[in-house]
């Protein structure tokens, strides 16, 4: 009986996510400009990297975080394509000759190999742009304004996180880290903006400041256990299963997780960091059901 649970469990995860994503997509669609909008080639280079198929995790956990909270699909939307509009921007711009060079994202050639750089910095710029642009047209609450909404995704895309840590990504590279150097860069990318995602759905919801500071924990320690997990799949998968070329953080002698602890320790440190994220959601009962789940599909995934 609990496995049959456990099987249900995740086939009516599945059901929700693809649900969700395809109501992501259908929002972010009508969100950006049409192809055929000049400057033509501009807007098709942002369409080409936000549909080329990304999981919509960030999206998808707003959403969650804001049904957790008593909120909505339609509180939350804005705030949600908000941070896939930064993700695929960070990505764009990630890919670049002068950052990590890479050649295939999401299963396909990145932006620059088929726009060429001028257009691919140009097209992360507009993303990066429209995205206050979309989350300036949410909706304000008794509890947060549009202005808290704008000032969260703000801080979490400049210096202070999402840059900042690319910044020091970048230095890092050829460079020995130590596991707090390592912990920074990740804490300031990946937890950053997946706990920004977070939080912003909240906020939609009106949620009250302990939940927030609840979403935020959980953000912290999943975000953390996201990319630990993506690094050991950067050595433990191919670059057909991931979508983008396996084994570029060797190849640059980037320090990862699996490189400091190996991948025995660093399963288990993620395991440990979901644990924690999901003792984070203890005040809000059954509402947290979904971000528990997701938080253990991100545990267990496999690209």
């Known amino acids: 009986m609990k ?49 080329a198929g990304g999981k919509r995790l960030r999206p998808i956990l707003c959403i969650a975080a804001a049904e957790a909270c008593g909120g909505n699909i ?130 939609s919801a009106a949620a009250t400041p302990k939940k927030i500071e609840a979403l935020t924990n959980f953000g912290h320690s999943t975000g953390l256990a996201f990319q630990i997990i993506d690094d050991i799949l950067d050595v433990t998968q191919t670059s057909e299963k991931l979508g983008k070329s396996a084994g570029k953080d060797e190849a640059v002698n980037k320090s990862t997780y699996p490189a400091i602890y190996g991948l025995r320790k660093s399963r288990n440190e993620a395991a440990k960091l979901t644990k924690t994220a999901i003792n984070s959601l203890k005040i809000f009962g059954k509402s947290g059901t979904r971000l528990k789940e997701l938080a253990n599909y991100l545990l267990d995934r496999e690209y």
């Open 3 to 51: 496995n049959k649970n456990s099987a249900d469990s995740k086939t009516d995860l599945k059901i929700y996510t693809t649900t969700q994503r395809k109501l992501i997509d259908k929002a972010l669609n009508e969100f950006l400009p049409r192809g055929s909008i000049r400057p033509k080639t501009l807007h098709k280079s942002m369409r080409y990297s936000l549909f």
């Open 74 to 203: 339609d509180q939350a939307m804005h705030a949600a394509c908000a941070v896939e509009c930064i993700h695929t921007y960070s990505l764009i711009h990630d890919d670049l000759p002068c950052m990590d060079d890479d050649d295939f994202r999401r299963g396909k050639p990145t932006n620059h190999k088929v726009f060429g750089e001028p257009v691919a910095v140009l097209a992360g710029d507009a993303l990066l742009t429209l995205a206050f642009e979309i989350v300036g047209k949410s909706n304000p609450n008794h509890r947060y304004d549009v202005g808290d909404m704008v000032k969260e995704l703000a801080i979490t895309s400049g210096s202070r996180h999402l840059v900042g840590g690319q910044v020091l990504d970048i230095e890092g590279e050829n460079a020995k880290l130590g596991p707090k150097a390592l912990r920074f860069i990740h804490e300031s990318k990946t937890a950053a903006l997946l706990t920004c995602s977070l939080k912003l759905g909240a906020m």
